[in-house]
Nanobody
């Protein structure tokens, strides 16, 4: 099983980033996918989840209206579009398959001027 995140980086406040997570080694289209994040000195927190078919999504209150999770089951990839970024969004972002306990290696997002 592999979950490979990409798309992180340094962005100014108010900017945007799109994270991608390429999955392999399991039936991707059958599972809920989630994005978590962990900021320095803080616990890991759930950012967003999406059901297997992509119909239902849910978000942390802190990112509602700014972040959008989506998936392409033909490409075995889940995305996180992040807009109106704030310094508080700075963290390592992880892709995960909650029911299977698989995690990616994470990608760093830094929001700073």
């Amino acid at each position: 099983v592999q979950l490979v995140e990409s798309g992180g980086g340094l962005v100014q406040p108010g900017g945007s980033l799109r994270l991608s997570c390429a999955a392999s080694g399991f039936p991707f289209r059958s599972y809920v996918m989630s994005w978590y994040r962990q900021a320095p000195g803080k616990e890991r927190e759930l950012v967003a989840s999406i059901t297997s078919g992509g119909v239902t999504t849910n978000y942390a209150d802190s990112v509602k209206g700014r972040f959008t999770i989506s998936r392409d089951n033909a490409k075995n990839t889940v995305y996180l579009q992040m807009n109106s970024l704030k310094p508080d969004d700075t963290a390592v972002y992880y892709c995960t398959v909650p029911l299977l306990g698989y995690w990616g290696q994470g990608t760093q997002v830094t929001v700073s001027s």
